[in-house]
């Protein structure tokens, strides 16, 4: 335990430490939720139910975005340059064990999500978010959404080179952005670019969070296609990650 | 038992063969140095002491234990400082330091080991902002920290200015001292000679020669060495000195058992004169060290010089025996 209790710390501190990180798990999220409350110019009409203001929509969306720049993007990058500095391979030879590096990154993972919603949920009542919560089913599809994400982000980071992985991961990180259905609704994407996005991790996760700060239990589909990835991503992850340098 | 043993070890990296049957052992108290130019084989023999790589033929040991299928055994037991660092780019000295202290049953102190490498005034500082010679000490305090039985050391001093070079000695003989086997890799000549009780010269995957310092420096026969024109006439040079003599390179001359011979510099010079030749320089001891590791360090451009020096030392023996 306090080797894990160790890492952890470890981990968070240089989480917190990182400025870039930072903006992107934090920064981005708050713009974003702020300035789309405010200024509105999003096609939010069609989602947006009785009496309900843009950031009913917003925040939720919001909400599962912080959830994939910590997991997919903040991990895959931090991973990436830990694994082309040698950091993985030099704790390979201590103790520690992969088991408990592991437990330690998705702890370290899960405890910013919370520090996420701690400033993002106030952030968004201030705004006039008036969430009717449906615990159980977020917390499953939060749960199912970071495993699809940590599994993308640690799949980019044990096997491209950190370079590489620095530049997928904030790619990826605006594609799903546009594509992802987090504040652009998918009803406004043509045809084939919108059966595409729905396939996609990051609209099933966007449906499942806004259903559970709804009260409802959210989709089936949303429900199959986020469990599919979710299992999916990690064990691809798992199954080729190096952890040496890339020669 | 050794504290580590590799027997006959081949890695292959794909169809390169990175280590091509080496053999050696090291013991509780001493410093092995693993001595050759760059991708000799060093780092790659290491790794598979460490338990990263696996053989593809031959066995090796640490502490009694396969490191390969093992390694819950040994990991709590050795410590470990790579060739660059391993350390998080933003992570501040103490802060490695007490994130693998937690890792081991029995550590040493943080703070102290942090003071003794000469780093407690660089605390605040993170790993990227720490200069070449502060990261390598950083990295050996990093490898003490578990109060290890068996340290790897892979290239420690690389990068290091010459204090920093003296503190890194100095601990990694104190370290032997206190009963841990060191593993060290180098491909200097001069650090293996000032930190190593025995040394195992490689190159190209294999070992080329092994031994304490006093065998590799001196052997047995006292050799004595100089430098003259290129082509002498050695044999007749040898008649006269009643001694061997064999041109190891072009112009570099080694005199057999020339150092039990107290009049032999008189000789050599007088000869030399007879024949209008000028001696460049004289030395005596460090020989076979040397010769051994010019001659595989010798530059692939130059293969003549290789060529040049293995038939004649061959066909030295040979006429000898």
């Known amino acids: ?247 | 038992m050794s504290a580590v043993s590799v027997e006959h070890l081949v890695v292959r990296h794909g169809d390169l063969v990175a280590v091509d049957d080496v053999s050696f052992t090291a013991d509780a108290g001493e410093v092995l140095a693993l001595l050759g130019p760059n991708g000799a084989g060093k780092t790659s023999t290491v790794e598979v002491l460490e338990g990263y790589g696996r053989p593809h033929a031959g066995r090796v040991r640490v502490l009694g234990h396969d490191p390969g299928t093992e390694r819950d055994r040994i990991v709590g037991r050795i410590g470990v400082m790579l060739q660059d660092g391993g350390v998080y780019p933003g992570i501040r000295p103490p802060e490695m330091l007490h994130l693998l202290a937690a890792m081991y049953d029995d550590p040493a102190d943080p703070d102290a080991l942090l003071e003794r490498v000469g780093l407690a005034d660089r605390a605040g500082a993170t790993w990227r902002q720490l200069s070449g010679g502060e990261q390598q000490r950083l990295s050996l305090a990093m490898a003490l920290v578990g109060r290890p039985q068996v340290a790897f050391l892979d290239e420690p001093t690389a990068g290091v200015d010459v204090r920093g070079r003296q503190v890194i000695r100095q601990i990694v003989r104190e370290l032997a001292d206190g009963g841990c086997a060191v593993v060290l890799c180098t491909h200097e000549l001069d650090e293996a000679e000032k930190v190593a009780d025995r040394v195992v010269i490689v190159d190209r995957g294999k070992v080329v020669a092994t031994g304490t310092l006093d065998e590799l420096r001196s052997g047995t026969s006292g050799e004595v060495r100089f430098s003259a024109v290129p082509e002498l006439d050695v044999d007749a040079l040898g008649q006269h000195l009643g001694a061997d003599v064999t041109e190891v390179a072009p112009g570099e001359y080694v005199v057999a058992d020339g150092g039990h011979d107290s009049h032999l510099a008189a000789k050599l010079t007088g000869w030399l004169a007879n024949h209008d030749v000028a001696l460049g320089d004289l030395r005596a001891g460090r020989q076979r060290l040397e010769d051994v590791f010019l001659l595989l360090t010798a530059d692939e451009a130059e293969p003549d010089v290789r060529r040049a020096m293995e038939p004649k030392r061959r066909g030295r023996r040979g006429r000898r025996s």
């Open chain 1, 1 to 247: 335990m306090r080797a894990l209790r160790a890492q952890l710390r470890t981990e968070l501190t240089l989480t917190l430490r990182n400025k870039e990180s930072l903006l992107l798990t934090l920064g981005i999220p708050i713009g974003l939720l702020v300035f789309f409350s405010l200024v509105d110019v999003l096609p939010l009409d069609a989602l947006l139910g009785p009496g309900d203001q843009p950031v009913d929509v917003l925040a939720p969306g919001v909400l599962a975005l912080a959830i994939m720049s910590m997991a997919m993007t903040g991990l895959a990058i931090a991973t990436g340059f830990e694994r082309s500095y040698g950091v993985l391979k030099r704790l390979g030879t201590t103790p520690l064990g992969r088991p408990r590096l592991l437990a330690a990154k998705i702890g370290a993972v899960v405890v910013v999500e919370v520090i996420q919603a701690a400033v993002l949920v106030p952030v968004a009542l201030v705004l006039g978010w008036d969430p009717s919560l449906d615990l159980v089913p977020l917390l499953g599809a939060v749960v199912l959404g970071t495993a699809a994400f940590a599994g993308l982000g640690l799949w980019m980071a044990g096997t491209l080179r950190a370079e590489i992985t620095l530049a997928l991961a904030n790619g990826l990180y605006i594609v799903l952005l546009l594509l992802g259905g987090f504040v652009i609704p998918l009803a406004e994407l043509p045809d084939p670019l919108r059966r595409f996005a729905e396939a996609l991790p990051s609209s099933a996760l966007v449906d499942l969070v806004r259903a559970g700060f709804d009260g409802a239990t959210g989709p089936g589909r949303a429900w199959v296609v986020l469990a599919v990835w979710a299992v999916a991503l990690p064990l691809v992850a798992a199954r080729t990650f190096r952890w040496s340098p890339a020669r």
